[in-house]
């Protein structure tokens, strides 16, 4: 809910952190794609998808978040 909050300051910190850890469309397309294409003789029950750590929490130390 980065809409939520009404403080500048928040808001603005909370803008740059949705940029750093956001998944971009192509990685969200590519595993939808990965979906859709399995063998149907196979089923997927499930995809988590989320941002790589390690490079996610590089940039929260290059901007002084952490």
């Not at 603005?12 to 940029?19: F, I």
């Not at 988590?48 to 996610?56: D, G, I």
Request: with cysteine; glycine share 4%.
């Amino acid at each position: 809910m980065p809409n939520a909050n009404t403080d500048e300051d928040i808001k603005s910190g909370t803008d740059q952190l949705y940029e750093i850890i956001a998944i971009c469309a192509e990685c969200i397309a590519e595993t939808i794609a990965f979906a859709i294409y399995t063998p149907a003789d196979s089923t997927m029950n499930e995809i988590l998808l989320r941002p790589n750590c390690s490079s996610s929490l590089k940039n929260l130390y290059h901007i002084g978040v952490m």
